[in-house]
């Protein structure tokens, strides 16, 4: 049991990591898709649920490509699909994205821990609850239920 929360937490951090390095060579200094060339959608329900920021296709298209590529496994017969894989699913998606957020900043030389603030974090801004940004303080709970519940299942 323990092993297999040690491997998923190594999974999690190292495609988080690579994914990170990667949106940094795309993004640089500009995060949330600042300056790329992309189309945004920003109204009443990406302000409710994307803390004010703009849905763009960038990040739309990051986060199906995730989606779609953590269910690989599923669709070319390496692992049955059940309940408890898609829970297991469902919990890394979610740390991975709120990890590879963080290591954005962590990793990236025009932010660093230093400049991880409300005050240096536009897109976080709206939603930042105490230390980090709302997504995170939700996330990490819904993950770990999912991965636990994964586990009873």
């Known amino acids: ?38 189309w945004r959608i920003h109204n009443r329900f990406t302000r409710l649920f994307y803390g004010g920021r703009p849905l763009t296709g960038y990040h739309f298209y990051a986060l199906l490509f995730i989606a779609v590529l953590s269910h690989v496994p599923f669709l070319i017969g390496v692992a049955p699909w059940t309940a408890a894989a898609e829970l297991r699913v469902a919990a890394f998606v979610i740390l991975f994205f709120i990890v590879e957020d963080f290591l954005w900043f962590v990793l990236n030389p025009a932010y660093g821990l230093k400049r991880f603030r409300r005050e240096s974090v536009w897109w976080h801004a709206r939603a930042w609850w105490w230390v980090m940004p709302r997504e995170y303080w939700v996330g990490i709970p819904v993950a770990a239920l999912c991965y636990w519940l994964a586990g009873m299942t």
Do not use: D, H, K, Y
């Open 1 to 38: 049991m323990m092993m297999s929360v040690v491997l998923f937490a190594i999974g999690v951090i190292a495609s988080a990591t690579v994914f990170a390095l990667l949106e940094i060579q795309i993004e640089g200094a500009n995060g949330w898709a600042e300056r790329l060339p992309t």
